[in-house]
């Protein structure tokens, strides 16, 4: 299966270290309980295979188990014999037996296939953000690289962020770390210098109060998660401004994000707004004859750190 996908889904890596990198993610503790792979096979021959995910998620105030569906990939032999729909169908069965309620999934291709399988479009917006530089050097505030004692705090402003929301990852410490690692692992197993991830948090009173994880690659940042316990994200905007100062004679890099749109820190400015290029799609399990509430943008809280 690593074979088959590293052309697609690698970033970049050889091979070698497309599958260091997938390894070092299922020895994490989140990735050992809720990630796999899974393939459809004809004898020794693999025909169709996909990333499968055990999700939590938070839609219209309850917590629901979501499968979660990534890398559908089918041998270039086998296409256009229903290989995948095949595989997909019996996924959402065993998610069925197993108790899941619903089912994710990104589309990378025009969503129309998996429209046809009762899965509807979640709208995400992507934002391309413009940073007010602070004139005279950085905030007079701490920052800091984040560590693990501040995960807590994390998974508080995560949760505080995703309470007006009607759709959002329940996101658990195990989780946070999770992504945080496979940012870093990309980060590690490229080029040296191809790509830095930074984890930066700002303190007061020995407590993370507002954090931000971000990714810089080719004069490019995305902004993979942030948060503050001030509504208005003011320190998350401070954050952003300490970053851009350390480099004061470079070329202001793009920086974009899936920003919840509840969250508009005033030294912050967007630029530009568009769907994401990546359709997150969503379809009921067992409840199948009840139709998802339609969704908007503004109701959904999804960081890219969260694409799966």
């Known amino acids: 299966m690593l074979d088959d996908t590293c052309s697609l889904w690698s970033d970049g890596l050889s091979r070698e270290n497309y599958g260091t990198s997938w390894r070092a993610q299922l020895k994490t503790p989140w990735g050992a309980a809720h990630l796999d792979r899974v393939a459809l096979v004809d004898g020794p021959h693999i025909v169709s295979s996909a990333k499968r995910y055990d999700l939590s998620l938070r839609l219209d105030g309850r917590i629901r188990r979501v499968l979660g569906i990534g890398a559908v990939f089918t041998a270039e032999a086998y296409r256009g014999r229903g290989a995948a729909r095949e595989l997909l169908a019996r996924l959402l069965e065993t998610a069925v037996t197993e108790g899941q309620e619903f089912a994710m999934l990104f589309s990378e291709i025009p969503p129309a296939f998996y429209e046809r399988l009762e899965f509807v479009p979640v709208p995400l917006t992507e934002w391309v953000i413009e940073v007010d530089q602070k004139r005279g050097g950085a905030p007079g505030m701490l920052v800091r690289a984040g560590d693990e004692r501040d995960l807590p705090s994390i998974i508080e402003m995560s949760a505080l962020r995703a309470t007006g929301a009607r759709l959002a990852l329940d996101r658990s410490e195990d989780f946070v770390r999770f992504n945080i690692t496979r ?98 799609m969503i379809r009921p399990l067992r409840d199948r004859l009840l139709p998802l509430p339609p969704l908007t943008a503004a109701e959904v809280v999804y960081w890219h750190s969260d694409y799966f």
């Open 183 to 280: 940012k870093r692992l990309l980060s590690g197993l490229l080029p040296s210098g191809a790509r830095t991830t930074e984890f930066l948090v700002a303190e007061e009173g020995y407590q993370a109060v507002a954090y931000l994880v971000a990714t810089e690659q080719d004069g490019r940042w995305m902004i993979e998660e942030a948060g503050d316990r001030d509504p208005a994200g003011a320190r998350l905007g401070a954050i952003l401004q300490a970053m851009l100062a350390r480099h004061p004679s470079e070329k202001l890099p793009e920086i974009r994000c899936w920003w919840p749109q509840s969250l508009v820190p005033p030294q912050l400015t967007v630029a530009a707004a568009t769907p994401t290029q990546e359709v997150l």
